[in-house]
């Protein structure tokens, strides 16, 4: 009898999950496409907390969102400018690009979640709807090497974006429409 | 006719004895169809080992394109689970995985050749820069401990080759790229088996080439392109095949038309058929008992034995209608015959060149065996008068034999010295050579297309040439290869060198890991740094004892080579097509290293062979004209000798012609027409009657023409270089043979 009552408890779990994991993809998809698309100018602010370390990094600038490509300008504590696109973050440095090698797919990631591209995000993560954020675990062990989980997070656009890595530092990035005077 | 004697019989069981041989060799032999296993054994132990090895052989790419990345990936999925038994896939993640997790945990160690330059000016400023940015920016730290490594200097050593993939990503198995806002995919993986293993890359082959059909079938915009030795291994011997039993069937079919249009008999066709087969299969039998894996194109040059054998075989029956003193007088010429082309194959068996020693091994034993069947067999199978030449044949040799006093009465023979010097002259301004082992073998145009497509893509396509250190342990390999990245780093900014991959640049000496981590730690007084390390509340990590050695390192046995006790690691280059020469000025400054280019080693081995063969050829006219000597005398040795350099230099003048250059191969053609224009010289000076040397050389020189000239239409060049040699030669001897007929009549005044 507490066989079958837990086979059956076990085949409703199951399918339970089933239709959750359904609901929960659909949502994603309509989470982010309920978001306004993102493009032209946002000041943001990262907040990096390194494991171990109690004093987090404080960094802000201004990102340039394009169709196909990304401009990272950090402005402070130090100014950097990174290019990023589908090949790769590449650096800016005196007017020059320089690759940098193996960047590839974390280029592509930031794009995907700047871009709220669904078909990326769902090929490479696993998703789930939390709150207002949605949540993202690479498929991939090489992807888990870069991220352990990315979290997605806004009311009715992309807020903001939280990051935790493979050795457990957390990165934090808000983002503000610049609206021009 | 009489029994065996005993000698004979002896004789006559050792060759049965080779025939049987064939039922234990032939089912076990495997034949090779590289180009690289034709040519000579490198020079060093090292270099033959490389060779051996064929690492770079078992590699196999295939790309997937041209649909969205669903559908490229179930065609990946599908191609991977087809060949999933006879090759090793490559997990690029998992590979990625563990590199990165491993450069981890010897962070602050491992720095690029650059860092590694600034730590050692003192160049603080730029690495702190860069720390900064990549602290402040959105791209990770990819789990690098900050305290083992404030400079993070890893992390940028990784990005520099050491542990990526360039701009593809590594997924579970694949790799990903884009190209023009295309995805693509690369599945790459190791052979389980040899490339040049014939049955097991065809079925690989098929096995591909079937997935690939329904791939297309079910997405017919799909693009699937190959890369690897093994599909120029099954091209080329498919080719060889079809070349094989095309032109042995074409020959064949001439040879019995000849003798139907002859003798309307099957009994000369059956003997002819007897005396090949037995020579083939002698051949063969030899062959596969000293060679354990011949190459096809051994026995493609070996259909010359066609053309000897079949003129042996004519001897034999028309010598066997003049009754037992007719075919006595006719043996020791066929032995001289016998013996002056043995001599000719004897030079080819003394060079190291495994393809030419094949070629004389099979047609050696092979003229052999054909003597023997005609010496044993045919006074046993045929009688005499028992063949009659057709009407026409018989007007024409007639004619022929008729035209012989005219010839005499005419000074025709005394134009032979003349012609000789003029064509020796042609020979001397007009010929140039080519020794590019690349020429002599063409694979089809669509793989070479497909090859392109995969290398423009895959980035990790790496040429021929590498550089070599020597060294006593791994790590003085690695130390060594390390004095080596400056000048490297130069060469590849100054556009001498696209790209190179080191094992020290996976994986830096103990001695140079040892000294990033003082180099930093002996900084931290820095004004920049001390600030910077302050800022961030950063203690510095004690050094570590424990450092990354290859062999933690996964996939870097391409780097390594041990031979007798010697260690050798090998640097990989992607060179700007013919720029060897600033990759050999470094080694040569270096007594440790070594330029190593297997097709540039190659072509110098061809180049000096040719020279080998040459002189070779002029030794074997002056061993013929010895032994000529001792039966027909100087005066007509010495026209002989004449008579044999026309059909030499024709061979030689008509190949320039057509090629615009020579090569090897129309040298060994050119020792072929020596032993085949040698036969005919005996025969036409012999005291065997003219009528039946008319009828045999004419014969055999239309059989061996026809043979070669098909040979010519190869769509391999040097199988086509070889058939225009012979084709030219042998045509000219038998065109330039009224010049010997007056050195018949005199001898036989």
């Known amino acids: 009898m507490l066989r079958i009552l837990f086979i059956t408890c076990l085949g409703l779990f199951g399918m339970t999950a089933a239709s959750a994991q359904d609901i929960t993809d659909d949502e994603v998809q309509a989470r982010l496409q309920s978001w306004h698309a993102l493009s032209g100018t946002f000041a943001f602010e990262q907040v990096r907390e390194l494991a171990g370390f109690s004093r987090p990094l404080r960094s802000r600038g201004e990102l340039i969102i394009e169709p196909d490509s990304l401009h990272w300008n950090t402005q402070h504590p130090i100014a950097t400018s990174l290019h990023i696109d589908a090949a790769g973050v590449h650096q800016i440095k005196n007017g020059e690009r320089t690759s940098i090698e193996g960047s590839a797919f974390v280029g592509q990631v930031l794009l995907a979640m700047l871009q709220q591209d669904y078909d990326f995000i769902s090929e490479h993560f696993k998703t ?43 990165t934090y990035i808000s983002l503000q429409e610049v609206i021009d005077a | 006719m009489n029994r065996l004697r005993a000698p004979q019989l002896w004789v006559g069981l050792a060759w049965l004895a080779l025939l049987l041989s064939l039922f234990i060799t032939l089912p076990q032999s495997t034949w090779s169809t590289s180009v690289t296993a034709a040519l000579p054994d490198a020079e060093q132990d090292w270099q033959q080992a490389l060779m051996r090895d064929g690492q770079s052989t078992r590699q196999v790419t295939i790309l997937l394109r041209g649909h969205d990345v669903g559908v490229l990936e179930n065609g990946a999925r599908e191609i991977q689970a087809a060949l999933d038994t006879a090759i090793s896939w490559q997990a690029p993640a998992s590979v990625a995985s563990d590199i990165q997790r491993l450069y981890r945990v010897y962070a602050g160690q491992l720095a690029s050749a650059e860092d590694w330059q600034r730590l050692k000016t003192g160049d603080m400023d730029s690495l702190l820069e860069r720390a900064q940015q990549r602290l402040y920016g959105p791209v990770g730290l990819g789990g690098v401990s900050l305290q083992q490594d404030p400079l993070l200097l890893t992390p940028s050593f990784i990005e520099s080759g050491a542990g990526n993939f360039g701009t593809l990503t590594p997924r579970a198995n694949w790799l990903q790229g884009e190209h023009q806002d295309e995805s693509f995919l690369l599945l790459t993986g190791r052979l389980h088996f040899n490339a040049f293993e014939q049955a097991a890359a065809l079925e690989f082959d098929n ?24 599909f120029h291994a099954v091209a080329a011997a498919q080719q060889a095949r079809f070349e094989i039993s095309t032109y042995g069937g074409l020959s064949l079919l001439a040879i019995v038309l000849l003798l139907i249009v002859m003798f309307r008999s099957a009994r000369p066709f059956l003997l002819t058929g007897l005396t090949l087969v037995l020579a083939s299969a002698s051949g063969l039998a030899a062959l596969l008992l000293i060679f354990p894996a011949p190459h096809v194109l051994a026995m493609v040059f070996a259909t010359t034995l066609i053309g000897v054998a079949v003129d042996y075989s ?23 015959g016998l013996l002056t082309s043995l001599i000719g194959y004897l030079a080819l ?4 060149f495994p393809l030419l020693q094949q070629v004389a091994v099979f047609v050696g034993t092979g003229l052999v065996a054909a003597y023997l069947t005609v010496h044993l067999l045919f006074p046993r199978l045929l009688r005499p008068g028992q063949l009659r030449s057709t009407r026409g044949v018989q007007h024409a040799v007639h004619g022929l034999a ?17 012609v000789v010097v003029v064509l020796l002259g042609g020979l001397y301004v007009l010929t140039s050579t080519d020794d590019d082992v690349t020429n002599f073998h063409q694979s089809p145009p669509a793989l070479m297309a497909e090859e392109a497509q995969v290398r423009d893509l895959s980035q990790q396509m790496w040429s021929p040439a590498m550089l070599v250190v020597r060294g006593d342990t791994t790590e003085q390999l690695l130390q060594r290869e390390e004095q080596l990245h400056p000048a490297l780093g130069a060469l590849r900014d100054a556009d001498d060198l696209h790209a190179w991959q080191a094992l020290s640049r996976r994986v830096p000496s103990i001695e140079r890991q040892q000294a990033v981590q003082r180099g930093w730690r002996e900084q931290v007084n820095h004004p920049a740094f001390a600030q910077y390390l302050s800022q961030l509340g950063l203690p510095v990590a004690a050094p570590t004892t424990d450092f990354l050695t290859p062999a933690q390192m996964p996939g870097v046995n391409q780097h390594l080579l041990t031979t007798n006790g010697e260690r050798f690691s090998l640097i990989l280059l992607q060179l700007p097509k013919g720029s060897g020469e600033p990759l050999q000025a470094l080694a040569q400054a270096h007594d440790f290293a070594e330029f190593y280019s297997p097709l540039h080693s190659a072509n110098e081995t061809v180049a000096e062979l040719r020279g080998h063969l040459a002189w070779w050829l002029m030794l074997a006219l002056v061993l013929a004209w010895l032994l000529l000597c001792l039966r027909r005398g100087v005066k007509v040795s010495t026209h002989i000798v004449g008579y044999l350099i026309v059909a030499l230099s024709c061979s030689l003048l008509l190949a320039q012609w057509v090629q615009g250059s020579l090569n090897l191969f129309n040298l060994v053609a050119a020792l072929l027409v020596l032993a085949l224009a040698l036969d005919y010289a005996v025969f036409i000076t012999s005291r065997v009657e003219p009528h039946d040397v008319i009828k045999a050389v004419g014969l055999s020189a239309l059989t061996t023409c026809l043979a070669f000239g098909l040979l010519s239409f190869s769509y391999t060049p040097v199988i086509a270089s070889f058939g225009v040699s012979v084709f030219a030669g042998v045509a000219a001897a038998l065109l330039a043979a009224p010049l010997l007929i007056g050195q018949l009549r005199e001898k036989e005044k």
Not at chain 2, 322 to 331: E, I, P, Q, T, W
Not at chain 2, 402 to 418: C, D, E, F, Q
Request: net charge neutral.
């Open chain 2, 402 to 418: 008729r035209a012989h006093p005219w010839v005499v009465s005419t000074p025709l023979r005394w134009l032979l010295y003349p």
């Open chain 2, 349 to 352: 068996l003394v060079l190291p």
């Open chain 1, 128 to 170: 789930a709807v939390r709150d207002d954020c949605i949540d993202l675990r690479p498929r991939e062990s090489y992807m888990r090497d870069h991220y352990q989980q990315i979290a997605l997070c806004g009311d009715d656009q992309l807020q903001r974006i939280e990051m935790r890595e493979a050795d457990d530092s957390e």
């Open chain 2, 314 to 336: 004519f001897h034999g029956m028309l010598a066997v209608q003049r009754g037992v003193a007719g075919f006595k007088a006719m043996l020791p010429n066929l032995r001289l």
């Open chain 2, 207 to 230: 096995a591909l080439s079937a997935t690939i059909s329904r791939l297309r079938e079910e997405y017919p915009d799909l693009q699937i392109h190959r890369s690897g030795a093994v």
